[in-house]
């Protein structure tokens, strides 16, 4: 099933060599979105279940509607009705339904999509997580803190 | 079995993107999202390298990488927002003045 690697890899470059070739940001975060959810596929044939679920809840959940409050915030509304253009939503149409046919062929054949390598499942991650990588959660932990008390700081209105 | 230098190529591809972005753009919305591209990327080699051995320990080297991320976001929208309050502009080129 090395197919499904290819071709979802295939879509991530195409979706990505977009997002940095667009002029308007909200096109860019459009293919940004397509080009997560095409490599939580690649994590998936990978053997990375849990990864792949974290870059969608994570990568194209969280961090993307980041990206859209602080351009809707920030970008000034004539080009607005520009943007509403139906012509934008074609190519991450089309690169999104590429991924649905993938998920369909791949649900279809009724066959978990990881290619012979072994399966890293949530456990295994979280006893490593926990166990030997202790000090590390607690240094992410400290940046995340570290992160929250400068985002706070530099959107202060003063 | 997908080969390991496959999995190399492709996130070496979406680095060297994120990269030409990150040099080639000048709005600072888009420096920011090319840094995402560049870290997803080296995630995906950290995803690559623990398939290929059968560990864990890349997919944890990933989520530490989720977690940077995460933390590099926020400061760095904070910075957009208070250089657009500052400058009324996204042109990375005018917080080229420390001063004041």
Request: no cysteine.
């Amino acid at each position: 099933m090395s197919a499904t690697f290819y071709v979802a890899g295939a879509v991530a470059i195409a979706s990505t060599a977009m997002v940095i070739s667009r002029r308007d940001a909200v096109h860019a975060l459009l293919y940004l979105v397509v080009s997560f959810l095409s490599l939580a596929t690649v994590f998936l044939t990978l053997g990375a279940p849990f990864i792949a679920a974290l870059e969608v809840i994570l990568y194209a959940g969280a961090i993307v509607v980041l990206f859209v409050f602080v351009v809707t915030m920030l970008n000034p509304g004539s080009q607005e009705t520009q943007w509403r253009r139906p012509r934008a939503w074609i190519g991450p149409s089309i690169l999104t339904l590429v991924l649905a046919g993938e998920l369909v062929v791949v649900m279809a054949r009724g066959e978990a999509p990881q290619t012979g390598g072994a399966v890293t499942t949530p456990r295994e991650a979280g006893l490593a997580l926990f166990g030997p990588y202790l000090l590390g959660v607690e240094a992410a932990s400290m940046l995340l803190l570290a992160g929250l008390v400068g985002a706070f700081h530099l959107g202060r209105k003063t | 079995m997908i080969s390991t230098t496959h999995g190399l190529i492709l996130a070496a591809v979406l680095f060297a993107l994120g990269l030409t972005g990150l040099l080639a753009r000048r709005d600072v919305i888009f420096v920011l999202m090319s840094i995402e591209i560049m870290m997803n990327a080296a995630g995906l080699a950290f995803v690559v390298a623990g398939a290929r051995w059968g560990r864990p320990d890349g997919q944890v080297m990933f989520l530490f990488i989720l977690a940077t991320a995460a933390a590099e976001v926020s400061v760095g929208l904070a910075l957009i927002l208070a250089l657009f309050r500052r400058a009324r502009t996204l042109d990375v080129d005018a917080a080229n003045r420390m001063r004041g």
